[in-house]
């Protein structure tokens, strides 16, 4: 121990602190300085006088002066440990939450001295938990019946609270284009600016892509069309864009690259951090959620997917309600509409008939008399047998051929456009391609002043007697004459409103059309722009009665389609009606549920709640309300439902009927108890871990057996257990086990088993992978051998969870269950997981702890062999020491009683040269007997026995002189020896005397 290496139980210190998973610290509660700090590579001691706040929090100032509690502080006046909430910055100062343990260290007075903390890293706990809370509120803001503008303001304040963003927006589709429907945080003026993306042309017409959507300019527009790379960094798998620094995206980035040219106009006002997030409703975008922040690096992808998934629901929900609405909307309309289109029709059929039978009794009447007759009787009737507009313009055409024989009749419909064309559509009897040459205006121009286009532009007949010679019919006279046609008359089709084209006849003689033959042929346009305005109209009947019948089919649809229970109710609540949805719900066929009350389903600890809710909205008079219960069908299969349930009334206040959907919210009400499952769980496994942290080892076998019974208990399992590896990794033992009642313990047969005999298992296992396994029975081939295992066991579903620590794999937590087989989910393997990560702390400082007591234990035996050597030890020179005073007083007596009486005749006898050395001699007798000796070599153990001798002779007063010639040397010598003897007697002062100091041993 004096070799300056240090103590083997400072090694075992050093490893202990080391194997801890999180920050460990001793601070002194004088002066906040550090003395002891783990998160130090290799443990190097911080830095002399390094204050905790200046490591942990890297500031200047103590946790109270910076509005926070402080753990050292609370701990020094309560003398009793404590633990706070603090945030604290990782190495790349961003802040991470820690829930901080502190617990006091006294002297030998009480006092608090010092205070020992450790941080265990709850930012993901509390982000999770953040998440899942904030997440639950945005659904019940979408699940609750408001107005959408209210919904969405509310989630979009929700979601700045949330965030900590200076701008949050939603834009929504408004026909083409996605303007921004709610803003929190923009400026107006940007708002205003930026409201709509849709793009248009020099005209003022929307641009469109080739599909026909409307071209949506901008990253907003990008995120909306689908228009993302999932390669490009700033671009998600789910279609959503992201940056923490638009500055520098825009100067790295190409417009290829960012897959459109951008505004930029987010950066041009200073927003850095830009976030958006498709709202989508199955494939179909609805919408855009939108992050702005003028300060950088505000995203991490994990926020981002994670807004990915709430837009989700906010769009699905959104898309919901929108649905819900239109379909009450086209409800309602559906009613008026098809009163009205029912009477219109009547009308018209009734006009059609009154003027059918009107042209067919003139067109008997006119047979008679001339060849028109007969065109206009044969064109009426085709007007009456015609089915449509085509069928009728061909027969006409047909008719003045064939009856009138005319050489070419053909009808030409009028544009209503800017170019004002005229656009042949029908035609019969000799026109070898003529009309393709015509380019017919029935504007004022030269090829709008023909007889076509004069009659259209008119509205009165007009006809070309000789094409030969008339000026008018110049640009088509030569293809006229080539195919034999000597005249012709245009007769405009009028309708009341406009005239709508014009029917064209060419004969081959000059001169062909008198006035008589023109009046019976414009009463034939007049028939034909009737008939085609009648079909028209019939046409557009039959096109909205099956539009009212695809709108009721549609509904119907919707109705009978849609997995929400729709019903409706008398005023006495009994149902009138029940989509298909009953089946599922009631476990009845609509028509059985005609009759029951609305609520008789209703679960039996529901049934009063829901039916006073019921009582009092009917006294009340208020229109629409909602309600949550629980329906049991006539399975007993439970449903949670929840009702929108709305009331009409009669002028007078009575209830008429009620209108009721029930939206069977039992997967989140599942997902809830998931949710609530689970933070549970996690607040076990904390529980649990703390108290391990504060667990003695002594109780550490007594710990880790209750955590296995709370659990398994917990986790409704009917065993779990733990097994821990051999140092060499080749065996294994079941060290710990907890089993239900009735289920029968393993742990005596599973000692020393060789890991060889599971390969399937250790695989996986030094993998570091759990392994679920939902049913023992479906295991593959390779795992026969644990297969057998497990059989015998009688299990017939389990779960292993590796236990590792510091990279290597000790052991592994099993969870069996012998009454059923289980699906492990992600969540529950996650947890379970946790848990054999908090089995093999707890392992791990139970066995250094072990380690160290059994130090302690080798230190207090050697501690006591030692002392006991010592006691063996003090009792031999206590005898030495004895007999060391005996002998001494032995020579002594000899001394007084022998020697001194003959030193004393000598020196008697003695000539005065000789005289000298009897009385040196008597000294020397002197300090023998007495302890001047004993005492001068025992301090002084370094001196010669020379320097002895003169330290005698100066202790009797001998001057150097003297001693020199005694001793037969040179005074120098003397002198000399004077002078080692003072060096080794440690007297350097010269104040000091030699002989004094001698005298007075």
Known sequence: MDSGEPHPHQHLFSRALRSLAYPFYVIDVRDYTVLIDNTSPGLVPPKPGTKCFSLIHRREQRCSQSGESCPLEIVKNTKKPTVVEHVHPDRQGDPRHFEVHGYPVFDDNGKVVSVIEYALDITSRRQAADRQKFAAQVLELLNHPTEESDTIRDILFLIKDFTGFEAVGIRLREEDDFPYYETVGFPAVFVERERYLCTRDEAGLLKRDPNGLAHLECMCGNVIRGRTDSSQPFFTKGGSFWSNCTTELLASTTEEERQSETRNVCNAEGYESVGLIPLRSGTECVGLLQFNDTRKNMFTLDLIEFFEQIGASVGIALARQRAEQALREAHDELEIRVEQRTEALRKANEKLRDEIERRQRATEALLKTSRALKVLSECNKSLVRAKNEDDLLRDVCQIIVGAGRYRLAWVGYAEQSEAKRVLPVCQAGFEDGYLETLDLSWDDVEHGRGPTGTAIRTGQPSASKEILTDPRFTPWREQAVKRGFASSLAVPLRTREKVIGALNIYASEPNAFDDDEVTLLMELADDLAFGIMTLRTEARHRMTEKALDESEARYRQLVEGTDNLVIQGDRHGRITFANNTARRVFGMTPQECIGLKCFEMAHPDDRRKTETSLENWIKSGISSSTLENRIVSRAGEVFDMLWTIDLHHEPDGRLSFLNCIARDISDRK???????????????????????????????????????????????????????????????????????????????????????????????????????????????????????????????????????????????????????????????????????????????????????????????????????????????MDRIDEEKRATRQQISTNVEEALMPLVSRIKEQSQPSEKALAELLEQYLKDIASPFMDELKSKYSKLTPRELEICHMIKAGRPSKEIAAILNVSLLTVHKHREQIRNKLGLKHSSVNLSTYLQSL
């Not at 051998?785 to 937590?813: C, H, N």
């Not at 699906?823 to 066995?847: C, N, P, Y």
């Open 670 to 876: 599942r997902a809830e108890q998931a949710v609530h499952h689970r933070l549970k769980f996690e607040g076990l496994i904390a529980g649990l871990s703390t108290s391990f942290i504060n667990l003695k080892a002594e109780k550490m076998d007594d710990g880790i057996n209750h955590a296995l019974k709370e659990i398994g208990e917990f986790a409704d399992v009917d065993r779990s257990y733990l097994f821990e590896f051999a140092s060499d990794g080749k065996t294994m033992d079941n060290t710990y086990e907890w089993c239900r009642e009735g289920v029968s313990p393993e742990i005596d047969n599973l000692k020393d088993l060789p890991t060889s005999q599971f390969p399937w298992s250790m695989t996986r296992l030094r993998r570091f992978n759990p392994i679920p396994i939902p049913s023992v029975e479906d295991l593959p081939l390779e795992a026969m051998a644990e297969k057998d295992i497990f059989r015998q066991q009688s299990i017939r579903s389990l779960i292993l969870v590796p236990m590792v620590y510091t990279g290597s794999l000790l052991g592994f937590a099993g969870f069996d269950l012998v009454r059923q087989e289980r699906h492990w989910d992600e969540q529950t393997v996650a947890l379970l997981k946790i848990v054999g990560e908090m089995f093999v702390s707890a392992i791990v400082r139970s066995r250094a702890e072990k380690e160290l007591r059994e130090a302690n234990e080798q230190l207090i035996a050697d501690r006591k062999a030692l002392e006991d050597k010592n006691i063996a030890m003090r009792e031999v």
